[in-house]
Nanobody
Framework: QVQVVESGGGLVQPGGSLRLSCAAEGFTLDYYAIGWFRQAPGKEREVVSCIDSSGGNTYYTDSVKGRFTISRDNAKNTGYLQMNSLKPEDTAVYYC???????????????WGQGTQVTVSS
């Protein structure tokens, strides 16, 4: 089955850290850009970060700059989102997606994961 699978979500206290993983199954991630998106209850989905196929270019939405780091390990066919200094407003379902274009609109990504819940609360 061709898909991406997220993992690493959970409950964390404010100021804590989590690392999300995005594993590609059934295809080679090397040629694909990766995007991380999130959707909080009652809000629209938003792009959090993206990285091109080589890892040489990255983008972060303003609210996570300096706190989140996107990366990839093509040898492991996996992308990552390291999230530090987490805030309650980071609470959302986080999705990874793989697509051929770097930081493309959400509807242009080819593969989407099922999402992983991140809850930041004391």
């Amino acid at each position: 089955q061709v898909q991406v699978v997220e993992s690493g979500g959970g409950l964390v206290q404010p100021g804590g850290s989590l690392r999300l993983s995005c594993a590609a199954e059934g295809f080679t991630l090397d040629y694909y850009a990766i995007g991380w998106f999130r959707q909080a209850p009652g809000k629209e989905r938003e792009v959090v970060s993206c990285i091109d196929s080589s890892g040489g270019n990255t983008y972060y939405t303003d609210s996570v700059k300096g706190r989140f780091t996107i990366s990839r390990d093509n040898a492991k066919n996996t992308g990552y989102l390291q999230m530090n200094s987490l805030k309650p407003e980071d609470t959302a379902v986080y999705y990874c997606a793989a697509g051929l274009l770097y930081c493309s609109p959400a509807d242009e990504y080819d593969y989407w994961g099922q999402g992983t819940q991140v809850t930041v609360s004391s």
